[in-house]
């Protein structure tokens, strides 16, 4: 079974950085895309960033701000986040699309467990 763990979190004042990572355990066959979401209190859950064979894409909230990246073996995930502002206060997951094993057919979306991200002076 695979598991996904998000780390990195915590209080930074505006302006300030974090780098959150996305640890996955277990074997994955083929991933589809991977992504970070970030969900506020009373909020939906909001897409942030997605790599794809396709390419990358960013929510305009955090374009120019945020930078979406991946080891070469894609066993992690990682998020910079730079010019942090009060609303980026959220907790913040990341998710895999992808073929667990070679016998699916069916892609699975896999999350994490979310880490908090608090920007605060």
């Known amino acids: 079974q695979v598991q996904l763990v998000e780390s990195g979190g915590g209080l930074v004042q505006p302006g300030g950085s974090l780098r959150l990572s996305c640890v996955a355990s277990g074997n994955i066959f083929s991933i589809n895309t991977m992504g970070w979401y970030r969900q506020a209190p009373g909020k939906q859950r909001e897409l942030l960033a997605a790599m794809s064979s396709s390419g990358t894409n960013y929510a305009d909230s955090v374009l120019g701000r945020f930078t979406i990246s991946r080891d070469s073996d894609k066993k992690t995930l990682y998020l910079q986040m730079n010019s942090l502002r009060s609303e980026d206060t959220a907790v913040y997951y990341c998710?895999?699309?992808?073929?667990?094993?070679?016998?699916?057919?069916?892609?699975?979306?896999?999350w994490g467990q979310g880490t908090l991200v608090t920007v605060s002076s």
């Open positions: 998710n895999l699309n992808a073929l667990v094993t070679s016998r699916d057919y069916r892609y699975t979306e896999l």
